[in-house]
């Protein structure tokens, strides 16, 4: 089986990388279980996850050269996890149209150039939610997203579901929750805080909280995202209807409380190393985002959430800090 | 003040074009009435609308010069109706892509280089609705189309709203109704079914009718179509809150029931000239289309439905047959 992982070099691809390797197996498109014969990690960056199966492509996908060299005809398997984050994507409007809408496009068509249609997960986000909501959130709620990210995923789903319905691919859009505690440093998602008010801390380093400490946010740890990618990536055809997005599990939680939790965790010097400032324009991209959510679909394929806040810091702590 | 319509030279877009040069005036969006200095109508046939107002360009929307004559930096409003139809975007995915998707991000896309952001009405349809949906359709209900036709126009929608809340666009999508009595031929419209099995008989021919007499379907005249694109226009930006798609108004009648009407206007042997004979692919995506709505937004900016169908019917003899 010949899978590949757009966005590859990045955390969650090549930790991604990492657990199908372990695995040795993924089911393809016509529900066989087959051995991970090559896995393509495909990025601007280069890829560094060390196993004789891997193949390591660096490039811009918007390149059909690089595309065609990246999804070849023999491809089984595609997770499409490249894409601009949510504050960059409001601030630099064609950037985020490039790469999050016009490289998935052409990924996707790529798709209808291969032998068989693929399985192509793509990775969306709680963010294609916006605007007034039941609370908490039903799988059929309406997208209507309130910045350009979410726009662009909510095309992304668009795209994903019609090219399923015709038969080019076989499709899943998974609207993943943020991801916290990330490992590195921060970057332009809006949602970055929410790693590092963790991270930094338990580092010895301040961090500054843009959110109010009453904001509710929906979480998930990296691990629990990758093993509901996985179960995504595993279901079969059959199990969807009219849509092929799956709002993925997760837990709802307030910043202050993610706070308490840390300094349960690692003392009061580490929560105080959070310090409280107020950044409008990120308030108001995660105040678009719904913070609750009652997902059936996704449980119903066998995806979970961290059973809470405190066993995601401690996953951290393990995963990332060797402690 | 400067206004556009693509597809200016079909049927839609020249009865919008001589309704509004009749009115003689518009609202822009900084909200001043002006009277209409120039209405353009593009399309790739030429327009024929005769008045001293109007400029015809012909060409293809999709070419980035023949765009860039159209919307002229100093344009005020556009309305975007050039499209590809439904059955012509399922049976020809890529000219649908093409036309009701790249040409629709082309032409916003110009938007953004005008000396003020233009007011621009996007025609989009009930068939972005599909699939499992609350009867009658709520205006928040979640958007799953079933056809490429209806997966472009979200998509569109998606585009307009996003770059209206950018600031570089006011815009407003329109979800119209299936419009009957269209005058002229049949087209590859799923619907065209609608006024064929209408006009033919009314003129001495013969029409199939491809789906079952128990099929429902949501509908409106021609002419309310166009009063009711003129009130989205008129309407404030200050209408509308996280969304600018409008559920417009329409009635939900049997398809059965549409021939019963004209058998009470045009007598039994007229009636008579509808065929039953079932089109699976027709059925399949005009099954896909809820049939009843519920719109609040619309009627509270003033769109409004035809009292019945007898009256559509009554409309098209005395608009298109004169008498």
Known sequence: MRIVITGGAGFLGSRLARVILARGSLTDASGEKRSVRELVLADVVPATVPDSRVSVVTGDLGDPALLERVVTVDTDSIFHLAAVVSGQAEAE?????????????????????????????????????????????PDDAPVTPQTSYGAQKAIGEVLVYDMTRKGYIDGRSMRLPTITVRPGKPNKAASSFASGIIRE??????????????????????????????????????????????????????????????????????????????????????????ARFAPVLGPALGMRADPDFDSIIRAYIADELGR
């Open 201 to 290: 801390p338990l580092s010895g380093v301040d961090a500054i909280c843009p959110v109010a400490r009453h904001t509710q946010i929906w979480v998930s740890s990296p691990r629990t995202v990758i093993a509901n990618l996985i179960v995504g990536h595993e279901a079969p055809a059959a199990s969807f209807a009219h849509t092929r997005s799956i709002n993925v599990p997760g837990i709802s939680i307030g910043v202050g409380e993610m706070v308490e939790a840390l300094r349960r965790i690692a003392g009061d010097a580490v929560a105080e190393r959070v310090k409280w400032q107020l950044d409008p324009v990120i308030d108001r991209i995660v105040s678009t985002w719904p």
């Open 93 to 137: 409007f064609d950037v985020g149209m490039r790469v999050n809408l016009d490289a998935t496009r052409a990924l996707l068509e790529r798709c209808r150039k291969l032998a068989k249609p693929p399985k192509l997960v793509f990775t969306s986000s709680l963010a294609v939610f916006g605007g007034p909501l039941p609370d908490p959130v």
